[in-house]
């Protein structure tokens, strides 16, 4: 299926590793060209290297913390400078920390609410312009299972990335006759860094070791194991794609059947 994604040019914040390097791979193997932002300078340009020398793709890599809005604005024009406009927007960023709601502090709330929730409606503020003036776009982002169904000890991440659902599914309903569709999709169990890395912090609290408390993961999911970048990555090219023209204000799981609701 050729997914009309040849000459798009696509955002991916925090797109040096896990799902996002995952969806920047994918988008270029369909010819699209790349502009990336993540923290770590060294990272990002090794990984807009890799991704240019595997796919022949267009990466432009532009260090940024998206819960800054100046350096934000700093990566969408640095990508309408280069390509001279951007199709496709992938908000994406860290996780913000586990916890409960009596272990978190009032600037964890803040800082977690800046990187989870202002940051995404910041990169859609920034390129909708653009969108708008060409009748054409695409916003995704990448948010969890949690909102569909809460995860035990992620407070910040049940929270917050629910807010970012409501604020996605009323803009799908504001730009949807200028040709722009905004979708979420939802990452299960996903092997990447972030889950190994909270796979370790929780089995240091139940005493056991990293891999014995994945398998717990594992026995929850009706597919028995956890789910692959590529996977993923799969299925958010297609929600940006030119087929999938008149899907809007969705929220796609990509969990193996974790979530046991009916919608």
Known sequence: MDLGLKNKTALIAAGSRGLGRAVAEELAAEGASLVICAREQQTLAEVAATIADNTGAHVLAVPADVTDANQIKRVVDAGNDRFGRIDILITNAGGPPAGTFDQITREQWEDAMRLTLFSAIELARQVLPGMREQRWGRILNI?????????????????????????????????????????NILPGYTRTERLEELATMMAEKQGISASEFASKWEKEIPMGRLGEPREFAAVAAFLVSERASYITGTSVQVDGGWIRSLF
């Not at 169904?149 to 504001?174: D, H, I, W, Y």
């Open 143 to 183: 948010t969890s299972i949690a909102v569909k169904q809460p995860v035990e000890n992620l407070m910040l991440s049940n929270s917050l990335r629910a807010g970012l659902t409501g604020f996605a599914r009323t803009l799908a309903n504001e730009v949807a006759a200028q040709g722009i569709t905004v979708n």
